[in-house]
């Protein structure tokens, strides 16, 4: 049974760091892309970053870029997302999601989400 399980939500306050890991089970998805979405409280899904199955082309939503790193081991068959100077808008439900391309993220496996709260 193929599975991503993220994890390292928390409550935080504004300007902290925090790391979410997305462990994959079931399969190597080491030649898939990756990816993280997040929804926050009464709003849709958005992207926030993603990477390509190597790890050498990454890219973020305007909203986090500066602040946010995307990277990936693959011997882990993990994706990890570094979040720093986070701000209340950050709050919200995450996702990892994986496809064997980027495109193809939002139809590819998904996670259960982990939550992270910023308090201001």
């Known amino acids: 049974q193929v599975q991503l399980v993220e994890s390292g939500g928390g409550l935080v306050q504004a300007g902290d760091s925090l790391k979410l890991s997305c462990a994959a089970s079931?399969?190597?998805?080491?030649?898939?892309?990756k990816g993280w979405f997040r929804q926050a409280p009464g709003k849709g899904r958005e992207f926030v970053a993603h990477?390509?199955?190597?790890?050498?082309?990454?890219s973020y939503a305007d909203s986090v870029k500066g602040r946010f790193t995307i990277s990936r081991d693959n011997a882990k068959n993990t994706v990890y997302l570094q979040m720093n100077s986070l701000k209340p808008e950050d709050t919200g439900v995450y996702y990892c999601?994986?496809?064997?391309?980027?495109?193809?993220?939002?139809?590819?496996?998904w996670g259960q989400g982990t939550q992270v709260t910023v308090s201001s």
């Open positions: 999601a994986a496809a064997p391309s980027i495109n193809g993220l939002e139809a590819g496996y």
């Open positions: 079931g399969r190597s998805f080491s030649n898939y892309a």
């Open positions: 990477i390509n199955w190597s790890g050498g082309r990454t």
